[in-house]
């Protein structure tokens, strides 16, 4: 038997994400295990700007970038859910997101990673998302990578809170 | 609301194929899936063998046959299929499409420090071409995996 307590999806809000959030949303129910949602937004501080280039602003634009994330992350995680999903909304802050979803996933024990990749027609079929790629050659636990557009079986959650009712 | 109602699991008899069929058999009972086994074997009448190739056949459709429980067969309609093909990952991807496989769990190899950069070729290319979602699983893995059998008595049945 296999134990799914923690389950790790990594969201950058595209649509891949977005079929992404419905497994790790339907593993977490299925197996009760907490789903941490986490978003990697981009370092600007160890951004290539030159010693001269520094902009006295850049902490607050940097706070500013992950305050609009973490909302974003609660606008995904609309709590409709019955009984709740235990959930985190987790904000890193660096420049090399694959290296930090690793890293979270060591720290927090996560027993798997949900992730899309990026499915764009015939040429970008061939090419899995690098951040996701990465993530599947390095993660310490099994990886789940989910395509957009999926086949049909992605029904919205939304459809389903109606089938319920 | 996702659906997962056959789930696939390739079977290159290596350890990594062993945790993979873990996953598979799990989520397939807590999904009410179907399991499938798929073992590609390298086309025998292109590589110089001492061995017969119709023996060849035979032992591997035997051992994939041996990885399924009468539980598997029972609870998880579970079936083991046997093709030939020089393109393993091809003919995983074909199976995925023509049998409708909403999941795909397959091992990956990580022997160490080097290997672990290295993702198998096979699963990698599974992943980039599949039709539906994959679970990758290394092996060795992290110890949540308990074998199958200290769990015999306290299976969850949902």
Do not use: W
């Not at chain 1, 902009?55 to 995904?76: F, G, H, N, T, W």
């Not at chain 2, 393993?88 to 091992?107: Q, S």
């Not at chain 2, 990580?110 to 198998?120: I, P």
């Amino acid at each position: 038997m296999i134990t799914l307590r923690n389950i790790l999806v990594a969201t950058d809000f595209s649509e891949p994400s977005e079929a992404a959030l419905s497994y790790g949303r339907a593993l977490a129910r299925t197996f009760t295990a907490t789903l941490h949602v986490v978003h990697v937004v981009d370092n600007l501080a160890s951004a290539v700007y030159g010693v001269e280039g520094f902009v006295p602003s850049m902490p607050y634009v940097q706070k500013e970038i992950e305050d609009a994330a973490r909302k974003r992350l609660d606008d995904r995680l609309v709590d409709n859910d019955n009984p709740p999903l235990p959930t985190r909304r987790v904000v890193i802050t660096s420049k090399t997101p694959a290296l930090s979803i690793v890293e979270y996933a060591r720290q927090e024990q996560i027993d798997l990673i949900v992730t899309g990749t990026h499915g764009r027609g015939a040429v970008a079929h061939l090419l899995m998302g690098s951040v996701a790629e990465r993530v599947v050659r390095t993660a310490p636990c099994p990886v789940l990578t989910v395509r957009h557009p999926e086949r049909e079986f992605v029904i919205p959650d939304a459809l389903v809170a109606i089938a319920k009712a | 609301m996702i659906l997962l109602k056959q789930i696939l699991v390739p079977i290159d008899f290596g350890e990594a194929s062993t945790v993979a069929l873990t996953y598979g058999r799990a989520l397939a009972r807590a999904f009410g899936a179907s399991l499938h086994l798929l073992h590609v074997m390298e086309n025998p009448f292109l590589r110089p063998t001492a061995a017969d190739p119709a023996m060849l056949k035979a032992a591997a459709a035997r051992h994939l046959g041996e990885r399924l429980t009468d539980e598997d067969r029972a609870a998880l309609h579970a079936t083991a299929a046997l093709e030939t093909s020089d393109d393993p990952a091809g003919e995983i991807v074909k199976y995925a499409k023509a049998y409708g496989i909403d999941l795909v769990v397959m091992g990956t190899h990580g022997r160490g420090a080097v290997a672990q950069l290295l993702v198998g070729s096979v699963a990698e290319k599974v992943v980039r071409t599949a039709p539906c979602p994959v679970l990758t699983v290394r092996h060795p893995e992290r110890e949540f995996v308990v074998p199958d059998a200290a769990d015999a008595g306290g299976n969850r049945k949902d």
